[in-house]
C-alpha cells in the first residue's frame, strides 16, 4: 500500500506498510533531499567550509527509521516502516562508516525486535501454561473436597449398613424364639 502523498511534487516521499512475518522487515527507500526538517539552516554552516557542509548533507541523508508497531489483533506479526538511506558519498570515509554502522544498527534492531516477539510469543505460552496448571490445581482441589465428602458420605453408609446389619440379625433372632418350640 503505497502513499505517493497528495499534492506533493515530483521529491514526494514514499511510505508504505506491509504485515510480514517477524524474521522479514519490509524496506522501503525514499529521498529526504526536500525534507526540510533534516536540513540545517543556511546561515548555520559558514561558506568557509564548503566540505563540512556537504559532509553534513551527506550525513543527514543516511539516516534510518525503523518503528516498531505492535499489532494488536495479529500478535505473530510485526509492522515495519523501514526507511533507507541513500547510498553514502563515497569520496568520504565518515560517510561510509556512518553508513555502515546504520545498516549494522539497523541488522541489530530487527534481531533485537525478532527476539522480543519470540520471548513475548514464549511468555503468552507459558502464561497459557500457567493458566491451565492454575485450572487444573482447582480442579485437583475441587476433585480432593469431592473425594472427602464421598469418603465421608461411604463412612457414614457403611455404619447404617453395619447397624441395620445388625437390627436384621437380631429381629431374625427374635423371630427364631417366637417360632422355636413349635
Given at each position: 500500500m503505497e502513499d505517493p502523498g497528495e499534492g506533493q511534487g515530483a521529491g514526494a516521499h514514499m511510505i508504505s506498510t506491509a504485515r510480514v512475518p517477524a524474521d522479514k522487515p519490509v524496506r522501503i527507500a525514499f529521498s529526504l533531499d526536500n525534507a526540510s526538517d533534516d536540513t540545517p539552516p543556511e546561515d548555520a554552516i559558514p561558506l568557509e567550509f564548503p566540505e563540512l557542509e556537504q559532509h553534513l548533507q551527506n550525513l543527514s541523508r543516511a539516516k534510518w527509521l525503523i518503528i516498531y508497531l505492535d499489532a494488536r489483533k495479529c500478535t505473530d506479526f510485526f509492522f515495519f516502516l523501514f526507511v533507507k538511506p541513500l547510498p553514502p558519498c563515497h569520496d568520504s570515509p565518515e560517510s561510509m562508516e556512518v553508513f555502515k554502522q546504520h545498516c549494522q544498527?539497523?541488522?541489530?534492531?530487527?534481531?533485537?525486535?525478532?527476539?522480543?516477539?519470540?520471548?513475548?510469543?514464549?511468555?503468552?505460552?507459558?502464561?497459557?501454561?500457567?493458566?491451565?496448571?492454575?485450572?487444573?490445581?482447582?480442579?485437583?482441589?475441587?476433585?480432593?473436597?469431592?473425594?472427602?465428602?464421598?469418603?465421608?458420605?461411604?463412612?457414614?453408609?457403611?455404619?447404617?449398613?453395619?447397624?441395620?446389619?445388625?437390627?436384621?440379625?437380631?429381629?431374625?433372632?427374635?423371630?427364631?424364639?417366637?417360632?422355636?418350640?413349635s
Open positions: 544498527i539497523a541488522e541489530e534492531y530487527h534481531e533485537v525486535k525478532k527476539e522480543i516477539a519470540l520471548l513475548e510469543e514464549r511468555k503468552k505460552e507459558l502464561l497459557a501454561k500457567l493458566d491451565q496448571a492454575e485450572k487444573e490445581k482447582l480442579d485437583a482441589a475441587q476433585l480432593a473436597r469431592e473425594f472427602e465428602a464421598l469418603t465421608e458420605e461411604n463412612r457414614t453408609l457403611q455404619l447404617a449398613q453395619s447397624q441395620c446389619v445388625e437390627q436384621l440379625e437380631k429381629l431374625r433372632i427374635q423371630y427364631q424364639k417366637r417360632q422355636g418350640p
